[in-house]
C-alpha cells in the first residue's frame, strides 16, 4: 500500500508537470524549436524539484530521467520516415525498461536514495542549492543535450543507411544489457546481499548497468552520424560520459569500499567500465 500509494502521488506529480511544461511551450514567444523545449523542460523540472521539496524526498525525481525522453521524441518529431521510427523505437525502448525498473526497486515516499541522503549531510546549508541544480537540473541538462543527436535525425528526412541499422544495434544492445545486469544484481541482493557480485557481467566490469547507459547514449548519437555529421550534437553524449565517470561511478564506489571488505579485491581484478580481453580472476573473499 506504501508503495501504490507512493507511486500514485509521483504519477499525479508527473501529469502536472507535462501540462507545465506544454502551458510554457505554447506561451514562450521564441521561433527556435529547441529553445522553446529546453524553456518548458526546465519548467517542469522546476515543478517536480518544488514536489520533491515539499514532499521531502528527491527520488521523486529519479524517473524524468527517462520519462521526459519519451515525450521529447514526439515533440522533436517533424515526419515519419524509417530513420524516425528507428530512434523512437530505441528510445521507448530504453525509456520503459529503465522507468519499469525504478519502478520495482521505488519502496516509498518515505525512503530517498542513499546518494541524496549523502549530499544532504555533506552540503548541510547549501542543501537546497546542491538539491536544486546538482540532483534536478543538471540531469535534465545533460538528458536534454544528450538528445539532440535525435532531434536531428527527426528533423530532417534522411534516408537509412546499412550504417544506420547496424549503429541501431547499438542501443538496443545497450538496453539488453542494463536489463541484464539489473536483473542479475536484483537476484543476487535477495541471496547474497552482503558479498559482492562478481559473476555474469558484473565479472567483466564493475558497472555494467552504468556501461549499457552510456553505449545507449553514444549509440543514438552513432545513428545520427551515419546520416549527417552534425558532430557538436555529441557534446551531451560527452557531458553524460563525464557524469558517469565524474560522479556516479565515484560515489558507489565509496560506497561498496564501505559496505563489503572484499570490494578492494574486486576492483583490483575487474575494469570498471570497459571489459578487459584477458580472462577474469576470481577474488578472494575477505
Excluded at 1 to 15: E, H, N, R
Excluded at 109 to 130: A, E
Excluded at 193 to 221: A, C, Q, T
Aim: glycine share 4%; charged share 10%.
Amino acid at each position: 500500500m506504501k508503495k501504490t500509494y507512493g507511486l500514485s502521488i509521483i504519477s499525479i506529480i508527473y501529469v502536472l508537470a507535462f501540462l507545465v511544461a506544454f502551458f510554457v511551450y505554447r506561451q514562450v514567444s521564441i521561433d527556435h524549436m529547441v529553445l522553446r523545449l529546453f524553456i518548458a523542460n526546465s519548467a517542469a523540472t522546476v515543478f517536480v524539484f518544488l514536489m520533491s521539496t515539499l514532499l521531502k524526498n528527491s527520488t521523486i525525481y529519479d524517473p524524468y530521467w527517462s520519462v521526459a525522453p519519451l515525450v521529447m521524441v514526439f515533440v522533436f518529431l517533424d515526419t515519419w520516415t524509417f530513420s524516425a521510427v528507428l530512434i523512437i523505437v530505441a528510445v521507448y525502448v530504453w525509456g520503459l525498461r529503465l522507468t519499469f525498473n525504478w519502478v520495482k526497486t521505488f519502496k516509498g515516499l518515505d525512503v530517498q536514495d542513499w546518494r541524496y541522503d549523502h549530499f544532504k549531510q555533506k552540503s548541510g546549508k547549501f542543501w537546497p542549492i546542491v538539491n536544486f541544480f546538482g540532483i534536478h537540473y543538471m540531469p535534465t541538462a545533460v538528458v536534454f543535450l544528450a538528445m539532440m543527436p535525435t532531434f536531428v535525425l527527426l528533423q530532417g528526412a534522411y534516408p537509412v543507411t546499412y550504417l544506420t541499422l547496424f549503429a541501431f544495434i547499438v542501443p538496443i544492445g545497450a538496453t539488453m544489457m542494463q536489463t541484464v545486469a539489473d536483473q542479475q544484481m536484483h537476484r543476487h541482493l535477495s541471496t547474497k546481499p552482503k558479498h559482492v557480485l562478481d559473476s555474469g557481467l558484473w565479472s567483466l566490469s564493475r558497472h555494467p548497468n552504468y556501461l549499457g547507459e552510456i553505449m545507449f547514449w553514444v549509440g543514438l548519437y552513432l545513428m545520427m552520424l551515419t546520416v549527417t555529421q552534425t558532430w557538436m550534437a555529441g557534446l551531451g553524449v560527452a557531458a553524460m560520459i563525464l557524469l558517469f565517470v565524474g560522479i556516479s561511478i565515484p560515489l558507489m564506489e565509496n560506497r561498496q569500499l564501505k559496505r563489503r571488505p572484499d570490494y578492494a579485491n574486486y576492483q583490483a581484478v575487474t575494469p570498471m567500465l570497459i571489459p578487459s580481453l584477458r580472462p577474469a580472476e576470481k577474488h578472494q573473499e575477505i
